[in-house]
Structures are given as structure tokens and as C-alpha cells.
């Protein structure tokens, strides 16, 4: 993370180098925290889909309605499917923010 940070400060990243140091670090940081909602809302919601919902029923009522309409039909296949393009949309902006660029190098490192 500090390399990848210093590399943004420096303008050895693609946007960076193209945009404002900030920009990449506000499009990095936010890309890695959907991610990471992306990710644990699909471990949720594929986790929670074999088990029963009366079992939640009274003691979590949201995640209840919640569950009701994700496992309803092939909404759960749906949802799966367009998760899968919001990681590539994710994992490209983080590239684009933090990647180095060709011939980089920070602190001595290549």
C-alpha cells in the first residue's frame, strides 16, 4: 500500500500522471472500499441462500425481506452475473489509479 501510494504521489501511475495525484488516490480508495462491499455482499447473499429463513425470521427481519428477494426466481444467478462486471469495472479502476507506469521507480526500488 505505501509503495502504491508513493508511486501515486510521485505520478508514476497512469492517472497521475494524466490527472491530479488526488484523483487517483480518491478513485483508488474508493474503487477498493466497493469492492470490498461487493465482495462481502456476494459472500452474504450466496452464503446465506441454502439456509433456511424461518430461522432468521423474527430475529433478523431485514436480512429476512432482504433474502426473500434475492433468492427469489434467478435473481440470485442475476445478481452473480452482474457482480462479476462490477469487479472488472472495480479491478480496471484500481489498475488505472495504481498501476505503475512504464519505467517506474521509488525509493531505489524498480
Known amino acids: 500500500i505505501v509503495l502504491i501510494m508513493g508511486l501515486i504521489a510521485t505520478s508514476q501511475t497512469k492517472l497521475s500522471s494524466e490527472a491530479h495525484p488526488a484523483a487517483a488516490y480518491v478513485l483508488i480508495w474508493v474503487a477498493i472500499l466497493w469492492l470490498t462491499m461487493v465482495e462481502g455482499g456476494q459472500a452474504s447473499i450466496v452464503g446465506l441462500a441454502p439456509v433456511n429463513p424461518e430461522l432468521y425470521r423474527e430475529s433478523h427481519p ?13 435473481n440470485l444467478d442475476r445478481y452473480l452475473l452482474g457482480r462479476q462486471f462490477m469487479v472488472v469495472l472495480v479491478v480496471f479502476c484500481v489498475n488505472i489509479s495504481g498501476g505503475p507506469i512504464g519505467g517506474a521507480e521509488l525509493w531505489g526500488l524498480p
Open 62 to 74: 431485514v436480512a429476512y425481506k432482504c433474502a426473500a428477494i434475492t433468492t427469489k426466481g434467478d
